[in-house]
């Protein structure tokens, strides 16, 4: 027995050399104005940012993509960011701040990019993007412009520029997009005065065949006047979400769920003489601690139908409507956002929802 354990001793207590192999970090370029899309062959496991002054996102939609973003206009010292993804590959990336960006997207593993055509914008007309498959993730580099899902459709992206940050417009940012069969696709956004096209086709289509790919059974036809009008007449649960500011109150009154769709009844008054005239609503789901905020940390969540709803609110008056999403729920570190923009005024509203608000829903 003594000679066993001496061995044992002796085979385990012998010491290891092994070589350590230096692993290269890959340059990138990030700013404020533009989201960098690194696309990986597999799923992202693990990803880190050394310095607040980078972003890093995995989107839930698309497992395989990480978008980086500068957390501030500037920053001079270079940082890192490191990724492991499935199968056990690491990767390392050295990260500077440039005014002026050679690429935007790499894909992984040999930094291969595509080079991005440019579209048009401007604050009184909208432009759309139409996909040749269903969008399932959406990003835009600069919150100077409004980028969402047009409504009951699955492949199309509308696009505008904010009128209230045209003074402050970059001399360039842009949008990028994933298709649920896989491809990815991003461009320059920049503003004009006068664009010539507000329509933009990705790809080939058929002729004659429908480009649009709509929301499919969001509530059977013969349901859903039944589901509205109760979900609209329901008596009022909920007493203690809603913001008050510049003597106009918006409030959540009801979270209802039906099958796989969240519906809220909120409500806006106006307790002053003066109309309240919508510009837009947005509904995001944003970081609760940022350091500054960013697009690239914002996740839109796109209404699927609203009903009841007015973009104006008369003196002295309520608005009460019902809007509709796909069933969400808001991780612990992040808040579901709603902001309202008053058209040509400055009484916006930005109100936050928590998870715990949102899983305490009403059955119909």
């Known amino acids: 027995m003594r000679a066993l354990n001496l061995f044992l001793c002796l085979v385990f207590s012998v010491p290891c050399m092994a070589q350590i192999r230096p692993v290269e970090s890959r340059e990138i370029s990030v700013n404020y104005s533009k989201t960098i899309h690194l696309i990986f062959p597999s799923a992202i496991k693990y990803y880190k940012s050394?310095?607040?002054?980078?972003?890093?996102?995995?989107?839930?939609n698309v497992?395989?993509?990480?978008?980086?973003?500068?957390?501030?206009?500037?920053?001079?010292?270079?940082?890192?960011v490191s990724v492991a993804t499935e199968g056990g590959f690491f990767y390392s990336f050295r990260v500077s701040f440039s005014d002026s960006l050679k690429h935007t997207n790499y894909f992984l593993?040999?930094?291969?990019?595509?080079?991005?055509?440019?579209?048009?914008?401007?604050?009184?007309?909208?432009?759309?993007?139409?996909a040749p498959d269903k969008?399932?993730?959406?990003?835009?580099?600069d919150t100077c412009i409004q980028v969402r899902k047009a409504e009951n459709t699955e492949n199309i992206v509308r696009m505008i520029a904010k009128a209230n940050t045209l003074k402050g417009f970059p001399r360039q940012t842009n949008v990028s997009m994933a298709t649920a069969d896989g491809k990815f696709y991003t461009y320059n956004v920049d503003y004009?005065?006068?664009p010539q096209i507000f329509v933009y086709e990705i790809g080939k289509q058929p002729q004659k065949a429908p480009n649009v790919i709509l929301t499919d059974n969001i509530i059977p036809a013969g349901e859903r006047d039944r589901v509205i009008d109760k979900v609209y007449k329901a008596r009022r649960g909920i007493y203690n979400m809603g913001i008050k500011r510049n003597k106009i109150i918006f409030s959540v009154n009801n979270i209802h769920i039906y099958d796989n769709l969240l519906l809220f009844t909120f409500e806006l008054e106006n307790k002053t003489r003066v109309p309240y005239d919508i510009d837009y609503i947005r509904y995001y789901i944003v970081d609760k601690k940022?350091?500054?905020?960013?697009?690239?940390?914002e996740v839109d969540q796109t209404p699927l139908f609203a009903e009841h709803y007015s973009p104006r609110i008369k003196g002295r008056n309520t608005v009460k409507y019902v809007i509709a999403f796909n069933k969400f729920t808001i991780p612990d570190d992040k808040y579901f956002r709603i902001e309202i923009n008053e058209k040509g005024g400055g009484r916006h509203i930005v109100f936050d929802l928590e998870n715990k608000d949102?899983?305490?829903?009403?059955?119909?």
């Open 192 to 194: 004009m005065q006068e």
């Open 63 to 80: 497992p395989h993509i990480l978008r980086i973003k500068a957390n501030q206009d500037t920053f001079k010292r270079p940082t890192t």
């Open 290 to 297: 940022t350091v500054k905020l960013t697009a690239s940390q």
């Open 109 to 130: 593993p040999d930094m291969s990019n595509i080079e991005p055509d440019t579209l048009y914008i401007n604050e009184r007309s909208q432009t759309h993007l139409i």
């Open 358 to 364: 949102v899983v305490n829903v009403t059955d119909i």
């Open 135 to 141: 969008i399932v993730y959406v990003d835009f580099g």
């Open 50 to 60: 050394v310095s607040d002054f980078v972003v890093v996102d995995n989107p839930e």
